[in-house]
């Protein structure tokens, strides 16, 4: 198939981008039957609930993948040989696994108390979806495994081909939804989705090997303490960015029916140009960034890292202006079906028209993620990670319980601006040619504009 095919590093911007953005519009149209269907209540809260905790829990695996297997991979495969480099991949495929199962099988004991804790849902309402919850564990296991198959194919150059697979998956969650509604409930959105996994994770594991004829037999640890040392401390502080993720979605879950749902849906329509615009030009630049590093051509590491950060945080702001201006708009045209009220239509633009302005700083913090795990310095973006998910922990717990769901996107953002500022110091002592007016200027600019554009939108969604 053309598809499954390595790329160059602009067009696997371009078309994993095309086909990402499409694997996420589907995914945005599951969630969105969701409410479409059961409307936002308890039942949609529970599952947006559960299944964010099981994606956070995700996410720490993928980190570790992303900040150290792979640039460790990459190293070792341009430095020593490509079968010792898929030989070290293998034992952490293997790792991966086992202590996923294990994960999964602890979850499965006593998960009414478990849920009453870790949420601030009543026992009745967790009691009385417990097998919807027992349905998205088998996710924690086919993401996590999911995730690092994708990784190691980006870092092939297979750019495309991981996110066309990825389809499968929301196309399954979709599908499931419509025809098995009725019979299933709520519950036929996990059971949609633990089908795709699989069917994604037989397509991945089936391009390895007739794409790259990989042997999952052959597995070495060889490199695992230089593995460890470098990963203690990205893990360390991505355990604070997981906790900083986790804890507005408790405060939530305290908040009327439906208010969960409600900021889920802004937040997922934030992901579409995320993707686009953000996660995919972070994810490609980055397997750039650890070649560049890894053969020490630091000249044109400068000029890449040069143009990334001034001409996209400007475009990204461009895009939020016009994105914030049309979130009452956006937001009647998508929930003005089915069971959804106005009053969580509201809360949607409300939180769009202000989260939206995320953009521009998190892909600037992406990039600086992808440079410092290329250099090794994954302790000094600990202190980095600490500081700025650590005030964004204290700016939640302080102020959405006493200012509601409209103070959630000043509290998660502000923060990311002061990081820029901090962060970029570091930066100039492991590539002095970085040094440029310009990019301080830009970082002024969107850093001053955005905040004013936030504050006008928080008093009005207050007011």
């Known amino acids: 198939m053309l598809l499954l095919k390595t790329e160059s590093y602009r067009k696997g911007v371009i078309y994993s981008s095309l086909f990402n953005v499409t694997g996420k519009s589907v995914a945005f149209i599951q969630q969105w039957l969701i409410g479409y269907y059961f409307g936002m209540g308890t039942a949609s809260d529970v599952f947006f609930f559960t299944y964010n905790i099981i994606l956070f829990l995700s996410y720490f695996f993928l980190n570790m993948t992303t900040s150290v297997l792979i640039p460790e991979g990459m190293k070792i495969r341009n430095q020593e040989s490509d079968e010792a480099s898929r030989s070290f991949f293998n034992g952490f495929i293997l790792i991966y696994v086992i202590i996923a199962l294990f994960v999964t099988g602890v979850s499965l004991f006593d998960i009414q108390t478990f849920f009453s804790v870790v949420s601030s849902f009543p026992e009745e309402i967790v009691g009385s979806n417990i097998k919807l919850i027992i349905w998205c564990l088998p996710i924690i ?36 939804i419509v025809l098995f509604h009725d019979k299933f409930g709520i519950v036929s959105v996990a059971q949609g989705l633990v089908l795709g996994y699989l069917i994604n994770l037989a397509v991945l594991l089936l391009m390895m090997r007739k794409n790259l004829q990989w042997n999952f037999l052959r597995i070495s640890y060889k490199n695992t303490r230089t593995v460890i040392h470098a990963g203690i401390f990205s893990q360390a502080g991505y355990v604070i960015y997981l906790l900083a993720l986790y804890v507005p979605q408790n405060l939530f879950s305290a908040l009327p029916a439906g208010s969960l749902t409600a900021v889920n849906f802004a937040d997922k329509i934030l992901t579409i140009p995320g993707i686009f615009l953000v996660t995919q030009i972070t994810n490609v630049m980055g397997i750039k960034i650890n070649n560049l590093v890894s053969t020490n051509d630091l000249s044109k590491f400068s000029e890449l890292l040069h143009k990334l950060l001034i001409v996209v945080p400007i475009s990204l702001f461009i895009v939020s202006i016009a994105i914030s201006l049309s979130s009452g708009f956006l937001s009647e045209l998508l929930f003005s079906w089915g069971k959804y009220d106005a009053n969580s239509t509201r809360i949607v633009s409300g939180i769009l028209a202000t989260m939206i302005f995320y953009l521009p700083f998190s892909f600037i913090f992406g990039i600086y993620t992808k440079v410092y795990n290329a250099f090794g310095k994954q302790k000094t973006f600990f202190w980095l990670q600490l500081l700025t998910q650590g005030l964004t922990i204290l700016l939640y717990l302080v102020i959405i319980p006493n200012h509601g769901l409209y103070s959630y996107p000043p509290c998660r953002i502000l923060p990311y601006i002061m990081a820029l500022f901090i962060g970029m110091v570091p930066l100039y002592g492991y590539c002095p040619g970085i040094k440029s007016p310009r990019i301080l200027l830009c970082y002024i600019l969107v850093s001053v504009l955005s905040i004013g554009f936030i504050s006008v939108s928080t008093l009005l969604n207050v007011g």
Do not use: R
């Open 141 to 176: 296991t086919l993401n996590i495994v999911v995730s690092i198959l994708t990784e190691i194919l980006a870092s092939y150059k297979y750019f495309t081909a991981p996110n066309l697979v990825t389809f499968i998956n929301y196309v399954s969650g979709v599908i499931f």
